[in-house]
């Protein structure tokens, strides 16, 4: 496996895998939001690769506003979203994208590094423990719509 991180002659790349990760998005809305995220200095995407084939992806931002769990005054790393193709999971792929994410916030000056996940995303919560985090705290949100 090898591992970079993402240009621009990526962003389709990195865009197709994290269409398959996100339900909720067009692909084109995807691809004009990672445009803008490339360019920011505060947000960087990292490739896995196996030979010439993508297979994972992993998005990571540097935080200066409050978020939830966080300790120390300054900037915090941020997992924006993490994905590995199925047919090569199990494998530490994530784990080394997580663990690239962390390095990058740390060279920013980040002395902490923090991450969510849904609920009901059981898989997505273990994963989060196996690699060191600890759950800080919950939280339920609520809607009403309006007449």
């Known amino acids: 496996m090898t591992y970079n991180k993402a240009k621009h002659k990526s962003i389709e790349i990195l865009t197709k895998l994290l269409y398959e990760l996100y339900e909720d998005v067009t692909y084109e809305d995807l691809l004009t939001e990672n445009k803008t995220l490339l360019d920011d200095s505060n947000q960087a995407f990292f490739l896995a690769f196996d030979g010439d084939t993508a297979i994972g992806v992993s998005h990571v931002a540097l935080r200066h506003e409050y978020v939830n769990g966080k300790e120390y005054d300054g900037p915090c ?16 792929i994530a784990a080394k994208l997580v663990a690239i994410c962390e ?18 995303n059981v898989d997505s919560f273990k994963f989060h423990l196996r690699l060191g985090f600890i759950e800080t705290e919950r939280c339920i949100f609520f809607r009403k719509e309006l007449e």
């Open 103 to 120: 390095n990058w916030t740390q060279e920013h000056g980040c002395r902490e590094f923090l991450s969510d996940c849904l609920t009901d």
């Open 77 to 92: 790393g941020y997992l924006e979203a993490i994905y590995v193709r199925p047919t090569h999971r199990k494998q530490g």
